[in-house]
C-alpha cells in the first residue's frame, strides 16, 4: 500500500461526504494531504480528521494536480466539471455522483468484481454504484451460478438519507409537526413523508421509471457480469433515516438447491446470514454495519426455481462510503 498519497474529496460537506472522510481515518488510509472541497456554500465549513478540523476549499478553484486520487460525491454541474478537471490532471478517480453514463465507466464492488482492476492496470476512473446495486450485487454473487440467475425483481424502501441531509431533515421536521399537532407543509418530497410510504422516489420519465431505477438495472448488470440479466426495479421512499431494506425475488433456470444456497451466502465475503428463525432490519442491525444482511430466504411458493430473500444495509456508509474507498485503495494499490 503506497504511504503517501493526495486525496481529494469533492462534496465534503454530505452525508456521504462526510461519512467517506470518516471511513478514510478508520481504514489507515494512505493520505499524504487531504483536500476537502465544495461549492461556495460549503466553503469555510469544516470536516474532523485525525485529530483536526480541515476546512473546506471551492472545488471550482482547485488545482488537480495536486492530488493523485479524488472521490467525487453527489450529482451536480460542479462535480462534472471536477470530473473533467481530474482527468485531465491524470488524477485517479472514484466517482460516486452517477454523472457518467454506466457504459462508459467501470462499476466496482470489490467483494464482487474488484479482480478486474488486476487486468486493467491503465483504469483511472471508475465509478462506485448505488447503494442499491452495491447491496443486491454482494449478495446475489455467490448464488448466481448456482441458481443459474435468470431474472431478478427488486423493491427497495429507500431511507430519506437517499436525499442528503435536506431529507433527514425534512422527515425530522415533518415527524414534529405532526406529533405536536401542527400543521404539515410537505417540501423536499411533495407529499407527507412522516409515518408514511411513497410509491416513488423521484420523478419518473414517460413509462414510469426513475433515473435511479434505471441506473440500477445498469449497474447489477454490469457488476454480475450479465447484460442480458432481466431486472425488474421499484424504489419507494420509506419513513426510515438511515439504512434501506430490499425486497428480492430471483428467478432461476434450475431447481433451487436451499441449502447449498445458504451455505454459500453464508461464506460470502461482505455478507451475514441471518437464518431463518429471525431476520435482520435495517435500524437494528444494518446502520454502521460493514456487512450485508440477508434475511427470509426462501423458495418460491409455487415454483421451486424461485428464490425470495429480505437484504439490509446502510446505504450512506457501507452502500457508499466504504464502497468507495475500498474501491481507492485497489486504484492506488500500485500507485507510489
Not at 468484481?113 to 450485487?137: F, K, M, T
Not at 428467478?251 to 431476520?279: C, F, I, K, N, T
Not at 444494518?286 to 434475511?295: K, N, S, T
Amino acid at each position: 500500500m503506497p504511504t503517501g498519497v493526495g486525496v481529494a474529496v469533492v462534496g465534503a460537506v454530505s452525508l456521504v461526504g462526510e461519512a467517506l472522510v470518516e471511513v478514510l481515518e478508520e481504514r489507515t488510509f494512505p493520505v499524504a494531504e487531504l483536500y476537502l472541497l465544495g461549492d461556495s456554500e460549503d466553503v469555510g465549513h469544516t470536516v474532523p480528521f485525525k485529530g483536526r478540523n480541515l476546512r473546506v476549499g471551492e472545488a471550482d478553484r482547485f488545482d488537480f494536480n495536486r492530488a493523485q486520487l479524488a472521490f467525487l460525491v453527489g450529482a451536480s454541474e460542479l462535480v462534472s466539471e471536477c470530473h473533467v478537471k481530474a482527468v485531465a490532471a491524470g488524477c485517479r478517480i472514484v466517482d460516486l455522483s452517477g454523472s457518467i453514463p454506466v457504459k462508459q465507466q467501470l462499476c466496482v464492488v470489490p467483494e464482487v468484481n474488484g479482480g478486474l482492476l488486476d487486468s486493467l492496470p491503465d483504469q483511472r476512473a471508475i465509478a462506485s454504484p448505488l447503494p442499491e446495486a452495491v447491496a443486491l450485487a454482494i449478495a446475489l454473487k455467490p448464488i448466481q451460478q448456482q441458481l443459474d440467475l435468470h431474472r431478478v425483481t427488486v423493491t427497495a424502501c429507500l431511507p430519506v438519507s437517499s436525499r442528503g441531509a435536506a431529507g433527514v431533515k425534512e422527515l425530522a421536521r415533518q415527524t414534529s409537526e405532526l406529533l405536536n399537532a401542527r400543521p404539515l407543509e410537505p417540501r423536499i418530497f411533495g407529499r407527507q413523508m412522516a409515518f408514511n410510504m411513497l410509491a416513488q422516489a423521484e420523478a419518473v420519465d414517460a413509462q414510469g421509471y426513475g433515473a435511479q431505477e434505471r441506473r440500477l438495472v445498469e449497474e447489477l448488470r454490469q457488476l454480475l457480469d450479465m447484460p442480458e440479466l432481466a431486472v425488474s426495479v421499484t424504489f419507494v421512499q420509506a419513513p426510515v433515516f438511515f439504512g434501506e431494506s430490499l425486497i428480492v425475488s430471483l428467478q432461476g433456470g434450475v431447481e433451487a438447491d436451499m441449502p447449498a444456497l445458504s451455505a454459500a451466502l453464508d461464506a460470502a465475503p461482505g455478507v451475514e446470514l441471518v437464518e431463518s428463525d429471525d431476520y435482520p432490519t435495517a435500524v437494528g442491525d444494518a446502520v454502521g454495519q460493514e456487512a450485508i444482511y440477508v434475511g427470509r430466504l426462501r423458495r418460491g411458493i409455487c415454483d421451486p426455481r424461485e428464490v425470495n430473500l429480505w437484504i439490509v444495509s446502510d446505504n450512506v456508509r457501507k452502500g457508499a462510503a466504504l464502497n468507495a474507498v475500498q474501491s481507492g485503495e485497489l486504484l492506488i494499490k500500485d500507485y507510489l
